[in-house]
């Protein structure tokens, strides 16, 4: 984030300064720089079957998510493209990061990084063609109001046109913001909690819209690193700005913030969301606040707040009426407790699927945990006590219908997935190295009538008490 600049009170000198502000996020004399990881040509496939999109609480790629994304994207079979957008090049270790973990991907033919540090960068004919041949943009963290530059080249529709093909869009922190339809754009500064509830007019909040309007994602606001950097505040003085000044249609405004450390909130193209590795919250304004003036502290009753565990879901589509708890905001003071609550009504498992801790002992198919009952999405929890242990769960499948398994599995230990029939005999598995690397994989039951599968999750190196948490979806 750029330093702070001095405070202006006339509008005239504040667009200047907001001008002055972007041109400080555009080095000078820097070129676009591209780096193409896997197969040199990309695929060719007329049918895709997104869109997808990954809103990551921090910049990394949350494998989990990510799996999903390039799974639905291409229907489980064949392969494709992503191109990583970056407004910076990573100041130490790899280029390519996010390249370097996605390319590892089951599905991905190539993976492009492009850095791109000047505004002019959006209309660069060769990252439009990579964009363009791509069918999934991910945008890496750092500074969104580079991004925010965007808006208006070539760029924007090159990035719209890969979603509208039926392929997705993401981001983490910086690209997780960039992805909502109003922008915290950052362009004159970061902002605290304490000062946007402090004046919801702080001249260091500015937004950007109309930019990436994503299907059944309108009206949103997002935010990063949500609760390991005390954002719910300054969330909430954003929607009461949003609603205030009329950014939102319909005058309601909602707000999804989602935590760091591996957190990801996937949404489908149906506009269901669910939630990966750490919690997100989905937060409504959906009347006038009583206060929200230049140089006044906020003032809101009655913020509507959905906590999104691991596994759990959220109908963007049709949004829920219930199962959120209230957090007010009175001269710049917020009620305690803004990050639980219990919800005023309770709505079944909208906002938050089935879940299912494991039992021991689970360490054999005959003593496998059930979960034929478990609710799609729904959460398998556990952990790896020993370095011997293993766990089993109990699942079934129709004919046609496809499991996907992604699994956040802690730093303790290093653990691996199987999919095995109902002898036991592996179908198919996720083995990914290291400690704390996720595992994810999916199947699909293409004989007739039901059969019954287990899932094992074993120790491979370490153990702990720590949990995983296995997301399973049926469709």
């Not at 760029?155 to 997705?168: I, N, W």
């Not at 007739?448 to 094992?456: A, E, I, K, P």
Request: aromatic share 8%.
């Amino acid at each position: 984030m750029p330093l702070r600049s001095l405070r202006f009170t006339s509008a005239a000198v504040v667009l200047t300064a907001m001008a002055s502000a972007l041109m400080a996020h555009q080095p000078a004399h820097a070129v676009a720089d591209r780096i193409r990881l896997g197969n040199t040509a990309d695929v060719s496939r007329s049918a895709w079957n997104g869109p997808a999109f990954t809103m990551n609480g921090a910049g990394g790629i949350v494998t989990a998510s990510m799996t999903r994304a390039i799974d639905d994207i291409r229907g489980g079979t064949g392969a494709l493209d992503v191109v990583v957008l970056s407004g910076s090049a990573p100041t130490s270790g790899s280029k390519t990061p996010e390249c370097d973990t996605i390319t590892g991907l089951a599905g991905v033919n190539s993976c492009t990084t492009w850095t791109l540090t000047t505004a002019g960068d959006g209309n660069n004919s060769q990252v439009n063609t990579d964009v363009r041949n791509a069918e999934f943009v991910y945008f890496a963290g750092g500074d969104q109001c580079r991004y925010a530059a965007w808006k208006g080249t070539a760029l924007e529709a090159s990035v719209e046109s890969v979603v509208v093909k039926g392929g997705g869009s993401g981001g983490g922190s910086a690209g997780h913001h960039i992805n909502s339809p109003i922008v915290y754009d950052a362009c004159n500064g970061s902002v605290t909690s304490a000062e946007a509830l402090a004046n919801p007019y702080d001249r260091y909040i500015g937004f950007t819209t109309g930019m990436f309007e994503w299907a059944n994602y309108g009206s949103v606001i997002n935010d990063s690193h949500f609760v390991t950097r005390d954002r719910m505040g300054r969330t909430m003085s954003f929607l009461a700005r949003a609603v205030k000044d009329g950014l939102a249609p319909g005058g309601a405004a909602w707000g999804v913030g989602v935590e760091e450390g591996g957190g990801s909130l996937y949404l489908d193209r149906n506009g269901t969301a669910t939630q990966y590795g750490k919690d997100a919250y989905v937060v409504l304004a959906d009347h006038q606040p009583e206060q929200a003036v230049d140089r006044k502290p906020l003032t809101y009753s009655g913020f509507k707040i959905w906590r999104l565990t691991p596994g759990s879901t959220f109908d963007f589509k049709n949004r829920p009426t219930c199962g959120y708890y209230l957090r007010s905001v009175t001269n710049g003071v917020t009620d305690p407790n803004l990050y639980s609550g219990t919800p005023v009504t309770d709505c079944g498992t909208q906002g938050g699927g089935g879940a299912l801790a494991e039992s021991e002992p689970n360490d054999t198919r005959d003593t496998a945990d059930d979960a034929t009952t478990l609710s799609s999405p729904g959460t398998l929890t556990g952990s790896m006590q020993s370095t011997g242990d293993r766990d089993y769960f109990k699942l079934t499948l129709s004919s046609g219908q496809k499991a996907s398994v992604n699994c956040a599995v802690p730093s303790a230990y290093d653990a691996d997935l199987y999919w095995l029939d109902t002898n036991g005999s592996t179908l198919t598995r996720s083995v990914n190295n290291g400690a704390g690397t996720d595992e994810s994989l999916s199947f699909t039951r293409t004989a007739s009538g039901t059969g019954t599968y287990y899932l094992d999750m074993e120790a491979y190196s370490g153990s702990g008490t720590a949990s995983y948490s296995c997301t399973v979806t049926k469709s």
